[in-house]
């Protein structure tokens, strides 16, 4: 079942949820179309358990580079740094499955939605932690809030996603997360 919905969660990513026709899921699960409802009902459920893996798989990694025993300021380069390496080359240009879902079906689709968002509040939440955390040290920047810093980290991230598709270069949205970061640092 773990391998059928990440090798689903491949064809999603590649084509979009409307892009991808039962045909598609098929080839790539390896299973009949009997199997295929058996296990997962339908197409949208399908799609909502390969979501699912795919924030739980996020999640996984920002805990990593956030909450290592590493200094709070270095945990949030850490995590930058990991949102620029995907979002450069051929890993940007392939871009991220939780936004192009975001801009697919968020608006239309209130199951999706509920899980984009709340895969964004986790997100902001893990780096507003961290952020409190480099607060309490004496390490930001007089007058950083770490929850509105936090926010403008996650609308950052997310907008290299997006600006990942174009190619950028990977020095380039070094630094710019570089500068971002020192603005709210000491």
């Given at each position: 079942m773990d391998a059928a919905v990440e090798r689903a969660m491949g064809v999603f990513w590649s084509r979009g949820y409307h892009g991808t026709a039962l045909p598609d899921l098929l080839h790539a699960t390896k299973l009949s179309r009997g199997?295929?409802?058996?296990?997962?009902?339908?197409?949208?459920?399908?799609?909502l358990r390969a979501?699912?893996?795919?924030?739980?798989?996020?999640?996984t990694r920002m805990d990593l580079e956030l909450?290592?025993?590493r200094e709070p300021i270095d945990g949030l380069r850490a995590f930058l740094a990991g949102y620029v390496d995907r979002t450069s080359g051929a890993n940007g240009r392939r871009g991220c499955l939780l936004v192009a879902t975001a801009m697919e079906l968020a608006g239309q689709d209130a199951e999706v939605g509920r899980r984009v968002a709340g895969f964004f509040k986790a997100m902001e939440t893990r780096v507003a932690d961290a952020l409190s955390r480099a607060k309490t040290m004496g390490k930001l920047a007089d007058g950083v809030e770490p929850?509105?810093?936090?926010?403008i980290l996650v609308c950052f991230v997310e907008g290299l996603r997006v600006i990942g598709k174009t190619a950028p270069a990977r020095t380039t949205s070094q630094a710019t997360a570089d500068a971002l970061l020192d603005c709210f640092t000491r």
């Open positions: 199997s295929l409802y058996a296990a997962f009902g339908d197409k949208h459920s399908l799609f979501l699912d893996r795919y924030i739980v798989d996020a999640v909450t290592s025993p929850s509105s810093a936090a926010k």
